[in-house]
């Protein structure tokens, strides 16, 4: 899922901290393969969660978690509109065993950029959508510098 945020004015750190605290404890959840957390450069009141798990029981049992209990309760006053949540499919890396979780963990330190994080939404023509996911995947495989690729 990516969950879409927009914090009160003022509320930034905060929700960073608390979201980060839930981050590290999700990332050890038995089902999680990432816990993503996006900061807008453009308006740095607004985040992206991107949780991945390997299967739909993820999501419901991280939901169970006292990490996310105290995480909801926590930024539950932050929020300046309700939070949104999209789910996706994944398609690259396409196999659970393909998720490294412990090859890059990131932590921005201040407001110098160490990683560049574009998310590209397409609408795809109907009937063309097995091409555009074949040629995004051979895309995809050239461009990025993983194990075996």
């Known amino acids: 899922a990516v969950v879409g945020v927009h914090v009160k004015e003022g509320q930034e750190d905060a929700f960073l901290q608390a979201s980060l605290a839930n981050a590290r404890k999700s990332k050890n959840e038995p089902l999680n393969q990432r816990f993503d957390i996006l900061q807008s450069p453009d308006d740095p009141k607004r985040f992206a969660l991107v949780e991945i798990y390997r299967n739909a029981a993820g999501p419901v049992d991280h939901k169970d978690t006292e990490q996310y209990k105290t995480w909801r309760e926590a930024v539950a006053d932050m929020m300046a509109e309700p939070r949104s949540a999209t789910q996706w499919d994944t398609i690259f890396p396409g ?24 998310h590209v939404y397409v609408s795809v023509t109907p009937g063309r959508e097995k091409l555009f996911i074949e040629e995004t995947l051979q895309n995809a495989k050239a461009s990025v510098k993983e194990i075996e690729n």
Do not use: I, N
């Open 95 to 118: 196999k659970v065993s393909e998720f490294q979780p412990g090859t890059l963990t990131l932590e921005k330190v201040g407001r110098a950029p160490e990683l560049d994080v574009t």
